[in-house]
């Protein structure tokens, strides 16, 4: 079961850059990690998902390195609406054990 | 189809009463999934269906707690004599079970569970 670890929080300001790393260094083989956006009294959303190297869409970047035990996601000029929990998630798709999403880390956006 | 729905988004109910909660997942989604999370912490997984099969059950799901779906479609999610501890936001989501995005799970807006 790989589990992950996050930065409790952080913080930064309107325009900057965000990267967010979470550790897994028992990851799997066969296991892909995936990223969550929680904002309060909502249910989380999707964000992101990778195997290795980098993934991007419109909204993130996914940077995998190549003994993948760790991955950082890399939000491009943030905003305020920004401010939310954001969760690591690491699994193969086939089970339980990438439905474990730990306590994430709360990024809070600055003016 | 306009996503995860569930009902009823808030419940009230005294200790001891049983509660039941509904999911209505993506309809193409045969993978449905229901977490419970408490002020301060991520959602802790409960359990899983693929199709109308409960394929997981978390540690967390005691004998008062109960799932079903189905024909594979909705699901229902019941507490039995509910205690203080229960209260909670219920979320449930689902997805896809194979293809690249299996990985991609939707989320209800949740139900939010205060025992009394």
């Known amino acids: 079961l790989a589990k992950t670890t996050q930065p409790i929080s952080m913080d930064s300001y309107e325009g900057q850059e965000v990267n967010i790393t979470c550790s897994h260094n028992?990851?799997?083989?066969?296991?892909?990690i995936t990223w969550y956006q929680q904002f309060p009294s909502q249910g989380p959303r999707f964000i992101i998902q990778g195997y290795k190297t980098k993934v991007t869409n419109e909204v993130a970047s996914l940077f995998i390195p190549a003994d993948r035990k760790s991955s950082t996601l890399s939000l491009p000029r943030v905003s305020l609406s920004d401010t939310a929990v954001y969760y690591c998630?690491?699994?193969?798709?086939?089970?339980?054990?990438?439905?474990?999403f730990g306590k994430g880390t709360h990024l809070i956006i600055q003016p | 189809d306009t996503g995860v729905s569930q009902d009823p988004r808030h419940k009230i109910t005294k200790r001891g009463q049983n509660v039941t909660f509904r999911c209505d997942p993506i309809s193409e989604h045969n993978r449905l999934y229901w977490y419970r999370q408490t002020l301060g912490q991520g959602p802790e997984f409960l359990t899983y269906f693929q199709n109308e099969a409960q394929l997981e059950k978390s540690r967390l799901l005691s004998d008062r707690f109960s799932a079903e779906r189905p024909k594979g479609s909705f699901s229902t999610l019941e507490i039995q004599r509910t205690e203080q501890g229960d209260s909670a936001m219920y979320l449930c989501?689902?997805?896809?079970?194979?293809?690249?995005?299996?990985?991609?799970?939707?989320f209800g807006p949740g139900t939010r569970l205060t025992v009394t």
């Open positions: 028992n990851i799997a083989t066969n296991d892909y």
């Open positions: 998630l690491v699994g193969d798709g086939g089970g339980a054990d990438g439905l474990t």
């Open positions: 989501a689902s997805s896809r079970d194979r293809g690249p995005d299996r990985y991609e799970q939707y």
